[in-house]
């Protein structure tokens, strides 16, 4: 794992390049700033959108766990679900597809997007602040990264992470809903 500088601390299983980093703190700000609007009609607190190789947003979704009564409808399952249809199919590989999401993927979610195809991974907030923020369990997960890297899935993480901070706060000061099964 490759870390920028000290200073931006992003990771990555690739060599950095700037230039995608540059892109996806343009749109992980910009998704970071939709979850408000999401969260303030029920949804949230977190947004997911697919790219493709030339640069164009295909789909934008977020988690809808609560207002669609289905715990496993999270921001990156729906993304995958709706560019799926789409295009009509469930293996993704030939598109070189970019998932851009506001937070670290969950357990589920690293295996729903290791299902897809999905070529490349960009996230805003590590798991363990969101943990920190929400309460959130998001699973156990022995170095994912690594691993997506093996299976030719490139990741960038840890992009503008006091943005989503800002905005998982937010959430939960505004009295949002923080769901999760009894333990
Ligand atoms: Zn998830």
Not at 43 to 50: K, L, Q, R, S
Not at 67 to 84: D, G, L, T
Not at 120 to 135: C, H, L
Request: aromatic content about 8%; charged content about 30%; some cysteine.
């Amino acid at each position: 794992m490759e870390i920028l500088d000290k200073k931006t601390k992003i990771i990555s299983n690739e060599p950095i390049d700037v230039v995608k980093v540059e892109r996806a703190c343009e749109i992980i700000s910009g998704l970071q700033k939709d979850i408000k609007l999401f969260s303030s009609k029920g949804a949230g607190p977190f947004v997911a959108a697919i790219y493709d190789d030339k640069g164009n947003e295909l789909v934008k979704t977020c988690n809808s766990v609560v207002e669609e009564i289905c715990s496993h409808n999270h921001a990156e399952v729906n993304a995958i679900r709706e560019i799926e249809k789409r295009l009509g199919t469930y293996d993704l590989s030939s598109y070189n597809l970019s998932l851009y999401i506001t937070a670290e993927p969950c357990m589920m979610c690293i295996g729903a997007i290791m299902w897809s195809g999905i070529k490349n991974v960009y996230y805003g907030v590590p798991s363990k602040t969101v943990e920190k923020i929400t309460g959130f369990d998001e699973g156990f997960k022995p170095d994912w990264i690594e691993e997506f890297r093996k299976r030719g899935i490139t990741v960038y993480g840890n992009i503008l992470p006091e943005l989503g901070e800002e905005a998982l706060k937010d959430y939960v000061e505004n009295g949002h809903k923080v769901y999760k099964p009894k333990r």
